[in-house]
């Protein structure tokens, strides 16, 4: 190319030499003899004119192929720019797939090879950004005057095109950092709620364990027969295919102590009841299902009861002081112990936790109230009567927090279970 070059210009300045004088052409003045003039000499060939003109083309060639070489370093720059830009940009590109498929993977937000921290990542891209703004605008300023104006124009709009993707990248960061800060005080909130629960579940427990010596250390007391003295367990039953319950009471009430418990669900307002009413003896109710039970306690002294029911034939026991005093079967066979209802102390239910009826209302004391969700063998039952072992309930357990009193029915402390023998 340089040598066609080179032979295009050397024929462009023989033509114009020949055919007219080229400006700036330079002309060698001789002084000659008048006799010379007049005799119509002829001014001589000036070689040195054609030999400046070489030099000159020679000196042209030169230049231009540095100006060649120049423009090929420059574009060689230019090129490698633009590869570092493009592969920085890929970069980008991959760490934001990989970004978006761990979380699929794991459903957890991660940076992948970025900082941990959001701020951090947003920092270090926005340095990154603006080492790159630097870099370009220095290509920028070298490209000026050596590159052609549309290779120019092509690469500032593809490097616009990586500005653009790379502020993109910059708002994405800023996005997912608000994210973050948002759940970070969703889980700040959840856990001070969570916090301030367990405080209040300690200072219920501090308060309902100050008023006796231990949480199972006290009574219910129900002095008069009254619609309106109760007591209420918090917790409910579970659904139970068969069940132990035990408690001590004492009560003189005639006729009839009245209603020391009762059960109701929806439905159902006889699911569990033990009522001594009026003259007849005790009976155990189940889902409205009636058995009369051999007990005898309505003689003003305290007195141990369990009762003890399975869904399976329906077979019951029952124990007073210990003692098995009766049995039976065909209680409800086959009918589990619906769940969710109300368990009321001293009230017989005629409609879930509501309308009782003062001539069924229990008069005394209970204590120690506790139900199991398994039949009790009978040396457990002989164990908890006579005291040689504590036994709280697994789905009901008798503790001062989880009774409510209404109506003017009073807690009081308890006495031990020793003391409580004596009286038998």
């Known amino acids: 190319m340089l040598a066609l070059l080179a032979a295009g210009l050397a024929l462009a300045v023989a033509s114009r030499a020949q055919n007219s004088p080229v400006p700036g052409s330079r002309f060698v003045c001789t002084a000659l003899p008048l006799e010379a003039a007049r005799a119509g000499c002829v001014q001589p060939a000036m070689p040195m004119q054609g030999l400046g003109t070489e030099e000159e083309l020679r000196a042209a060639v030169l230049q231009l192929r540095e100006t060649v070489v120049q423009q090929k370093e420059t574009l060689g720059v230019q090129r490698e720019a633009i590869r570092e830009l493009t592969d920085k940009l890929a970069r980008c590109e991959g760490q934001t797939s990989g970004k978006a498929r ?31 703004k630097d870099r370009l605008e220095s290509l920028e300023h070298q490209l000026r005057g050596n590159v052609p104006d549309d290779f120019r124009e092509v690469l500032q709009r593809r490097l616009g095109e990586l500005e653009q993707q790379l502020h993109h990248k910059v708002a994405e960061l800023e996005e997912e950092k608000s994210l973050l800060h948002n759940e970070t005080s969703a889980h700040r909130q959840k856990t001070e709620n969570t916090l301030n629960a367990l405080l209040q579940r300690v200072t219920e ?46 009560s003189s009430g005639s006729p009839g102590i009245g209603t020391p418990f009762s059960y109701a669900v929806p439905g159902q307002a006889n699911e569990i009841v033990l009522i001594e009413w009026g003259n007849n003896p005790i009976e155990l109710l189940i889902n409205d299902k009636v058995t009369q039970l051999p007990l ?51 009230q017989e239910q005629d409609t879930v936790g509501s309308r009782f009826d003062a001539t069924q209302a229990f008069v005394g004391e209970l204590s120690q109230f506790n139900v199991w969700d398994r039949v009790l063998r009978a040396q457990d039952v002989v164990n908890i009567a006579n005291c040689s072992t504590n036994m709280p309930g697994n789905i009901i357990p008798w503790v001062d927090n989880n009774v409510d009193v209404f109506g003017g029915a009073s807690k009081w402390p308890a006495e031990t279970c020793e003391e409580l023998l004596l009286d038998l």
């Open 102 to 132: 761990g979380a699929e993977a794991t459903g957890k937000e991660t940076m992948g090879d970025l900082p941990r921290e959001s701020g951090h990542v947003v920092e270090h891209l926005s340095r990154s950004l603006q080492t790159l």
């Open 296 to 346: 005898f306690v309505s003689d003003g002294k305290w007195h141990h009861i369990c009762i003890t029911w399975t869904t399976r034939d329906g077979t019951w026991e029952a124990f007073q002081d210990g003692e098995k005093l009766g049995t039976g079967e065909n209680l409800a066979p086959w009918h589990p112990i619906k769940p969710g209802g109300v368990l009321i102390l001293g």
């Open 205 to 250: 427990l501090e308060r309902g364990s100050s008023a006796f010596k231990s949480p199972d250390a006290f009574k219910v007391s129900l002095p008069l027969r009254t619609n309106y003295l109760y007591g209420k367990i918090k917790k409910t039953l579970p659904e139970l295919y068969a069940f132990t319950i035990c408690l001590w009471l004492r």
